[in-house]
């Protein structure tokens, strides 16, 4: 099936079935690789995606459920000021290791900081909790979305 | 000027391995604007310049040895090559190495591989030389054009000048090719007072890019013509496809190919949607084969009645069944630790371009040339006809130092008209991983009447995964792995006997996991040392300082944990303090737990304080970070981690039935670095086994209950409410 997906104020053209999860259709179709797969199952948050400023899965989100709802990715969620607050508190308190889990991290954290200005431990652990690392950059995190909402 | 780089290394594969990477080749040649790619240029035998390239624009191109994968070890490696060439961090650009174990070999490894905390080790002498190398050549060029003695110049941010006038490395680099390169031996190395970048926080390098999307880890690879491919692989190991529904799978939308190899079928398709469809659609029915019948309960037993024999000797010394006998009181106790899967947040995945007379992968890994190697193999191909395009990698922790996935890649790229990548689910990932041994212990003491320990015996049974992936390492019967920081605790014992008895799981493949030997040992020695003093009715903390006056490195680690974690001062009911003390990779570690155990059971880990002696560091704020990751990687396994098997099959699938650590179970991990001017300790691994005995001695201190296996059972803390 054809559907027209806006991706960070860019409407796309793609040709697929309608259960092929967002993830897929960012990633392989589109070639935007900024959003990343870790589990297929939204156990690890590594998917995360706007939709309409919602943090979403991606990797559960069926592109037919998408429709004309505005979708934001790690590419484009710096032009947000909430994103770029955000990138710039992870570069200050050198949050990323691997890297591998931070695009989901600041989706995350961003759809946190627009709801939740001033956000407290209990909300971040709240918003956060759905976002693996392995890494182990929890206690970086929580100081940065701290920071980055001061 | 501290450099123990060649001396450092404790570990018995490295000592044996030491010796066959010899140095390395420093052959500086500048500029390369006009030479071919490095990969082509060691192909033909020209090996100009290992890692550093500068251009006639003055662009300074840093060639990392090691892989990044999220230690921060391309930043630490920059910093010893931009110290010594006298370039600024922001005025270089980082390259992936291509395989060499030539030109990149780890010294202490004596291969191109990433592990074990060595790198900065290993490097640490190498790249200064070689930075001091290029900035000599170019001091002396600069010379040679003004006719000036070299001894009157120096070189800054890229520049030389002579006080008043300045020429620019690119403006130099023709002049600087010409020269003959000097004998590194020769070179002055910089006096640690003069360093501008070795020892101050340094920005990561990688970092921007990993904040807004841009990094490329080997997933992210993107070819003209790529096609994806999910991939089954026999849910048993040695088991193969028996049936599969081909038509069916064909059926869904984009999906353009079946393949089957002996173990695995993928389905290829034009985007991984549609090729997890088609995957399902086989419906494949598996031949298990022989191993059909593995269980854990199975594999328990046959370590614990292998336990009971002695085993190969790593160390005997004084009579341990004579002070035994004629000790005043005697302990024993068995420890298990379970297997576990790496579960690094970027499956497993490799992509590959077969073709008549070359093979092109694109993978992260940490053995670039073992993966040249098993590509070529599997693919038929010479050495020379694989080229390797090493990634960032999403998470190592030792499963990229194998290639088992690269091996799998390439045999279904094979059967493919075009580039592939192949990635793994989340499911395949953890159930085909090669996973960290089960290991069973079994110890003895023996205390005199004051509570000293006179005798100390331990016996580890477990897989050798030295034998398998470094033989030289696997000697006598003795796994140098197997039995690292267990065969030399750091304390003073009259006498000690450490063996091991080598048990190979069936069907179970098994490799290194961050913290190799030492995540095991520490955690059962310093459990075990622990019980010592309780049995002597000891302070933990002051029972252990007895018997470190001949080490006082660790003593002084130690002293500063229990300090800063304010050892000894009240805590509440429920709570408890634990503490332990280590010496592995190089560097030595001291650690004290907070934790509360509530009456059901449950565990809160509320803080680690851990100091950390690495000798000199050279990026402080990533010594901090990996003392936190670490931490966190060790404490997630000693809560959850636990790889089971039932009819030949891993039972864990996915992060809800393999728990990751996550950000509202995380303690507090406070960092205290000793400043030493000794040489560089390895860092990445060391939290990693620090962090488990630490909790259990304080489970153990806020219940009276002692914790002999991993992970904890909260079962058996639940009366003590």
């Known amino acids: 099936m054809a559907f027209t997906l806006k991706i960070n104020g860019t409407p796309h053209d793609v040709d697929v079935d309608g259960d092929t999860p967002l993830l897929w259709v960012l990633r392989d179709v589109l070639g935007m690789t900024g959003t990343k797969f870790g589990c297929g199952l939204a156990l690890c948050g590594a998917c995360t995606v706007h939709v309409d400023g919602q943090a979403v899965r991606s990797c559960q989100t069926p592109v037919d459920s998408v429709g004309d709802s505005a979708v934001t990715t790690i590419e484009a969620v710096g032009d947000t000021p909430q994103g770029k607050a955000l990138q710039a508190a992870w570069l200050e308190l050198e949050v990323v290791q691997c890297g591998y889990c931070q695009s989901g991290q600041i989706m995350s954290a961003a759809a946190l900081l627009t709801e939740t200005p001033k956000p407290t431990d209990d909300d971040i652990d709240a918003a956060m909790s759905g976002n693996v690392c392995r890494c182990g950059t929890y206690q970086r995190i929580r100081a940065a979305i701290h920071k980055a909402a001061a | ?721």
């Open chain 2, 1 to 721: 000027m501290p450099d123990g780089s060649h001396t450092l290394d404790r570990r018995g594969f490295l000592k044996v391995s030491a010796a066959i990477g010899g140095g390395l080749a420093l052959t500086v040649a500048l500029p390369s604007a006009l030479r071919p790619a490095l990969a082509a240029a060691e192909a033909s035998g020209f090996a100009p310049n290992a890692f550093i390239r500068i251009d006639r624009q003055g662009l300074v191109t840093l060639v990392m040895p090691s892989a990044e994968m999220g230690q921060g070890i391309y930043t630490a490696e920059a910093m010893l090559l931009a110290e010594e060439l006298e370039v600024g961090l922001d005025q270089v650009r980082l390259e992936h190495s291509p395989p060499s174990d030539a030109l990149y070999a780890n010294p202490l490894i004596g291969a191109q591989l990433t592990g074990g905390s060595t790198s900065v080790r290993g490097f640490w002498a190498p790249l200064r030389e070689a930075g001091a190398v290029a900035r000599t050549l170019l001091i002396a060029a600069a010379a040679k054009q003004w006719g000036v003695d070299p001894s009157t110049l120096k070189a800054q941010l890229g520049k030389v000048t002579d006080g008043k006038r300045s020429l620019g490395y690119g403006e130099l680099a023709d002049a600087a090719a010409a020269l003959p390169a000097p004998d590194p031996k020769t070179i002055a190395l910089k006096d640690p007072k003069d360093f501008t970048i070795i020892g101050k926080p340094a920005k990561r390098l990688d970092s921007p890019d990993k904040v807004n999307g841009k990094a490329e880890f080997g997933i992210d690879t993107k070819l003209p013509g790529l096609k994806v491919a999910a991939i089954a692989i026999s849910p048993v190991t040695g088991g193969k496809p028996k049936a599969v529904d081909e038509a069916a799978a064909m059926a869904v939308k984009g999906v353009r190919q079946v393949v089957k190899t002996e173990e695995s079928v993928a389905v290829v398709a034009d985007h991984m949607g549609a090729a997890k469809k088609g995957l399902e659609a086989a419906a494949i029915q598996w031949d298990d084969g022989p191993n059909a019948g593995v269980n854990s309960a199975d594999l328990i037993r046959q370590l614990e009645e292998e336990s009971k024999k002695p085993g190969a000797v790593a160390r005997n010394e004084g009579d341990t069944e004579k002070a035994l006998a004629g000790a005043a009181q005697r302990l024993e106790a068995i420890y298990q630790v379970p297997f576990l899967a790496h579960a690094a947040l970027e499956p497993m995945n490799c992509t590959v371009h077969v073709q008549k007379d070359s093979c092109e992968i694109w993978v992260g890994t940490q053995v670039p040339t073992l993966a040249q190697a098993v590509a070529a193999e599997v693919a038929g191909l010479p050495k020379e006809k694989v080229q390797v395009h090493n990634h960032l990698i999403g998470g190592g922790f030792g499963r990229r130092l194998e290639v088992d996935g690269i091996a799998r890649a390439v045999a279904v790229a094979k059967q493919v008209d075009g580039p592939v990548k192949v990635v793994y689910s989340r499911e395949e990932d953890i159930q085909h991983d090669m996973y960290r041994p089960y290991y069973y212990d079994r110890f003895s003491a023996g205390l005199d009447a004051q509570g000293k320990p006179v005798a100390w015996t331990h016996r580890i049974a477990g897989s050798s995964i030295m034998a398998r992936y470094f033989p030289a390492g696997f000697k006598d019967g003795v796994d140098a792995d197997a039995v690292e920081a267990a065969a030399e605790p750091p304390y003073a014992f009259p006498s000690i006997r450490v063996e091991y008895v080598r048990v190979e799981p069936q069907g179970v493949p098994t490799s290194w996991w961050r913290g190799v030997g030492p995540t095991h040992n520490v955690f059962v020695v310093e459990s075990f040392i622990d019980e010592l003093a309780a049995a002597a009715k000891q302070d933990p903390v002051e029972y252990r300082k007895a018997l470190l006056g001949h080490n006082p490195r660790a003593l002084a680690a130690l002293t500063l944990a229990a300090e800063k974690a304010g050892w000894g001062t009240p805590m509440p009911k429920g709570h408890g303090r634990g503490v332990m003390v280590q010496f592995a990779f190089g560097s030595y570690v001291a650690m004290v737990a907070e934790v509360e155990v509530a009456g059901d059971g449950s565990i809160k880990v509320h803080r680690l304080v851990c100091s950390v002696d690495c000798g000199l560091a050279v990026n402080p704020d990533t010594i901090e970070a990996q003392v936190q990751g670490g931490s966190l990687f060790g404490l997630t396994a000693a809560l959850h981690g636990n790889i089971t098997f039932a009819n030949g099959r891993v039972e864990q699938a996915n992060f809800d039935t393999y728990l990751p650590m996550r950000i509202d179970e995380v303690p507090v991990v406070e960092t205290h670095l000793i400043k030493s001017a000794e040489a560089p300790g390895g860092i990445g691994e060391t939290a990693t086994a620090a962090v488990s005995p630490a909790v259990a001695n304080a489970i153990f201190a806020a219940t009276g209950k002692r914790l002999r296996s991993l992970p904890f059972d909260t079962d058996l803390l639940k009366s003590s409410s």
